[in-house]
């Protein structure tokens, strides 16, 4: 059995080009532990290796029960490994084609609450996907943990970059072809990915999705519509419909609020920003009320 520092290495849970994790064995505390370590071809790039550690400090400054913690960092043989939370239930990506509405709807909830508590640290995650979310099954009902931020960057420089980073079929097209900069609602575009495949089973646009950094422009067709037999109410369909919006202010303007509208079943149709028009009865109070504080005013003034 393969061991780093004091951890006992035992079963892999996942492997990317970068790195891989490890369910291990902590002797000393008697517990299971996740750990994380960088590809032997990768160690001695300074540039990664400071990337990997940089994830490590900050899912360590992070301090929510909604993001996965790092307890401590080492080096074995030149390569930096950094140990944390094991949380068992696996990941989002296994309950595709799994799962039923209502718990869709409460596990897509769930990912945006997690992924606005990065927000509020000033964190844009930039690869929000189903393998990097994480189901922590000790908690009723059960709850959705973010993990791997080694391609968030601080909101305050996303604005300025210019290297695209992610995984395609989840990428938001600003983000995909830098288009100006982006912020956090790229990772609600993401969220509205991950909620559509958890309903439906498949991608919205396909296994290439519409921000692909393949063909340098996005898809043409038109947005997708989630089938009216799975039950889903009609308001979680406008509210993807507008999560997958090219254009960033149609979609909703934190992952707070489309958390909230899925928890709330949709809470009735989800209107887009630019499409938020007064009712016409809203429109004749107003006017009344214009009218009475005009003549009010013109009779003291008298």
């Known amino acids: ?87 068992q239930g696996g990941t989002l990506a296994e309950k595709i084609g799994h799962c039923p509405p209502a718990e869709a709807l409460h596990l897509a909830a769930e990912a945006g609450y997690a992924v606005q508590v990065l927000h509020d640290t000033g964190v844009v995650h930039r690869d929000i996907k189903p393998s990097n979310l994480l189901l922590d099954a000790g908690r009723t009902p059960t709850a959705v943990l973010v993990a791997d931020l080694g391609s968030a960057k601080q909101l305050a420089d996303a604005s300025g970059l210019t290297v695209t980073t992610g995984t395609p079929a989840y990428m938001a097209p600003e983000q995909a072809f830098q288009r100006g900069g982006f912020d956090g609602r790229a990772d609600v575009y993401a969220l509205g990915v991950v909620a559509f495949e958890l309903l439906t089973g498949h991608k919205p646009f396909g296994s290439a999705g519409r921000a692909t950094i393949t063909t340098g422009q996005a898809p043409t067709s038109s947005l997708p519509t989630i089938p009216r037999d799975l039950g889903v109410p009609i308001g979680i369909d406008t509210l993807l419909r507008a999560a997958l919006s090219v254009d960033p202010a149609e979609r909703p303007p934190t992952a707070r609020a489309f958390a909230d509208a899925l928890s709330s079943r949709g809470g009735g149709a989800w209107v887009p920003a630019r499409s938020r028009r007064p009712t016409p009865l809203l429109v004749w109070l107003a006017a009344i009320v214009v009218f009475l504080v005009t003549a009010t005013l013109t009779w003291l003034l008298r």
């Open 1 to 87: 059995m393969q061991k780093l520092g004091r951890y006992l290495l035992e079963d892999r849970l996942g492997a990317g080009s970068f790195a891989t994790v490890w369910r291990a064995y902590d002797p000393e505390l008697d517990t299971n532990v996740a750990v994380k370590v960088l590809a032997d071809n990768w160690a001695s790039n300074a540039d990664v290796r400071e990337r990997f550690l940089a994830e490590a400090r900050l899912l360590r400054r992070i301090d929510s029960p909604r993001v996965v913690k790092v307890h401590d960092l080492g080096v074995q043989d030149d390569r930096p490994f950094f140990v944390m939370d094991y949380i």
